[in-house]
């Protein structure tokens, strides 16, 4: 197998000094793979995603991308490496319209840029029949596809989505879903992380289950969705005994 794209070792992370929420995070994903991250509340996933993108600093811990360890780089500096973001909230310029919000994603480069956003428009194709209208306009499923599209314009090797399916209706949740699929197929690395546990492990290659800041378990998605103790603490499966 291939060097990991990320690897995170033994992190540990927080917002205020000397309370940790990250206690010791393992945590690796390879070129092209979908990983997904899921957990309880308070587990420290959200944490982890702002982390790796240099929102947060890790106290203690390394974090390597593409062979360089990026632990304390700044998140410009690690976009600038080739890894994108989507935070859950905020992930859109309202203002905007669609079109100028895709070209704000592509700030660091210097080419053209119209082959990039009809790539974008034929992956999404709401995109591209709303592209003059105002970001703050457009439903909570549209504006998490243009969050998506603008991060895709950089062309990264890895994107972060943070909570894509959170607040947004089962049908929309299945199309958001379908165009992560879509993304990962083309060959971007995903780290996933999210609520809807049993939906991200059903297209993960693998996850990671956060519980209080640690890893506690993790494995191929198939195998995670079957095992009875991920099962009973977060898919909410009753085991019979």
Same mark, same amino acid.
């Given at each position: 197998?291939?060097?990991?794209?990320?690897?995170? +070792?033994?992190?540990?992370?927080?917002?205020?000094?000397? %309370?940790?929420?990250?206690?010791?995070?393992?945590?690796?994903?390879?070129?092209?793979?979908?990983?997904?991250?899921?957990?309880?509340?308070? $587990?420290?996933?959200?944490?982890? $995603? @702002?982390? =790796?993108?240099?929102?947060?600093?890790?106290?203690?811990?390394? *974090?390597?991308?593409?062979?360089?360890? *990026?632990?304390?780089?700044?998140?410009? #500096? =690690?976009?600038? /490496?080739?890894?994108?973001?989507?935070?859950?909230?905020?992930?859109?310029?309202?203002? %905007?319209?669609?079109?100028?919000? %895709?070209?704000?994603? $592509?700030? *660091? /480069?210097?080419?053209?840029?119209?082959? !990039?956003?009809?790539?974008?428009?034929?992956?999404?194709?709401?995109?591209?029949? /709303?592209?003059?209208?105002?970001?703050?306009?457009?439903?909570?499923?549209?504006?998490?596809? %243009?969050?998506?599209?603008?991060?895709?314009?950089?062309?990264?090797? !890895? !994107?972060?989505?943070?909570?894509?399916?959170?607040? !947004?209706?089962?049908?929309?949740?299945?199309?958001?879903?379908?165009? *992560?699929?879509? =993304?990962?197929?083309?060959?971007?690395? =995903?780290?996933?992380?999210? #609520?809807?546990? /049993?939906?991200?492990?059903?297209?993960?290659?693998?996850?990671?289950?956060?519980?209080?800041?640690?890893?506690?378990?993790?494995?191929?998605?198939? +195998?995670?969705?079957?095992?009875? @103790?991920?099962?009973?603490?977060?898919?909410?499966? @009753?085991?019979?005994?």
């Amino acid at each position: 197998m291939s060097n990991p794209l990320l690897e995170v +070792e033994n992190v540990y992370a927080g917002y205020v000094k000397d %309370l940790d929420i990250l206690q010791g995070v393992n945590f690796k994903i390879y070129p092209g793979e979908l990983v997904a991250v899921i957990g309880p509340n308070g $587990a420290g996933k959200s944490t982890l $995603a @702002k982390t =790796i993108f240099g929102l947060l600093t890790p106290h203690t811990g390394k *974090i390597t991308f593409k062979g360089e360890n *990026i632990g304390g780089l700044k998140s410009d #500096q =690690i976009v600038q /490496r080739g890894m994108c973001y989507v935070p859950q909230i905020a992930n859109v310029f309202p203002t %905007l319209t669609v079109e100028e919000n %895709l070209e704000m994603g $592509a700030f *660091i /480069r210097n080419d053209s840029l119209q082959p !990039l956003k009809d790539k974008i428009y034929a992956t999404f194709p709401v995109l591209a029949e /709303r592209r003059r209208q105002r970001a703050g306009t457009l439903s909570g499923g549209q504006r998490q596809m %243009l969050a998506m599209g603008r991060a895709l314009m950089l062309q990264p090797s !890895l !994107l972060l989505l943070d909570e894509p399916s959170a607040a !947004l209706s089962p049908i929309l949740v299945n199309n958001v879903f379908e165009q *992560i699929r879509q =993304i990962n197929s083309s060959g971007t690395a =995903i780290v996933l992380v999210e #609520q809807n546990a /049993r939906k991200a492990l059903e297209m993960a290659d693998r996850g990671y289950v956060l519980e209080a800041g640690r890893d506690r378990f993790s494995g191929p998605g198939s +195998e995670l969705l079957n095992d009875p @103790k991920v099962g009973e603490l977060y898919l909410g499966v @009753k085991t019979t005994h």
